[in-house]
């Protein structure tokens, strides 16, 4: 078997930088489906993988973006959801023809508390808008027994930099 200098040192570089990138792919607030069909039904897995800084969550808000008519969320043990819902300037016509006046605009779950070193997940079933093409954020923010992590950043056109604390994000596809 043939050696090639500085292949183990490659190797370990190669399994650093993949580390690295799990990791900042895991520092944040995340949604899954991160894409989904446009005009249906999603539920959307909102996953908190850490506390702050050491610190266990006690709070996840999720603010919800214009176009989003109908939302369920997911009742959790050891924790309480509040809905903050907001009147529309006029109603619309909702899922199964039904006349819209009211809007949910957060979902707070508190409770817990959510260890620094364990993740969990929070979902919500919501009714995506007609909008393929288009990318929806989901501000969240993050508050612990000690301290509070805003993920909140919705990068803007032409911004060559990705966000710092990014907004869960679900980008709408054409339906099949």
Not at 2 to 9: N, Q, T, Y
Not at 80 to 94: C, M, T, Y
């Amino acid at each position: 078997m043939m050696r090639v200098p500085g292949s183990r040192i490659g190797s370990a570089i190669a399994a650093a930088v993949v580390m690295a990138s799990c990791e900042a792919a895991l520092a944040h607030v995340t949604v899954q489906p991160s894409d989904a069909p446009a005009d249906s039904y999603a539920h959307l897995t909102f996953t908190v993988p850490h506390g702050c800084n050491g610190s266990a969550t006690t709070v996840l808000r999720i603010r919800l973006p214009e176009g989003i008519l109908s939302v369920k969320p997911q009742m959790k043990p050891g924790w309480n959801v509040d809905i903050k819902s907001r009147k529309l300037e006029a109603p619309v016509q909702g899922p199964h023809g039904k006349t819209v006046t009211d809007v949910v605009e957060e979902v707070i779950w508190r409770g817990g508390p959510l260890p620094d070193n364990l993740y969990d997940t929070f979902g919500l079933v919501v009714r995506l808008p007609d909008k393929a093409g288009q990318s929806l954020y989901f501000p969240a923010e993050q508050e612990c027994e000690q301290g509070s992590q805003r993920w909140t950043e919705i990068p803007q056109a032409g911004q060559a930099d990705k966000p710092r604390a990014p907004a869960p994000v679900v980008r709408l596809k054409a339906k099949h």
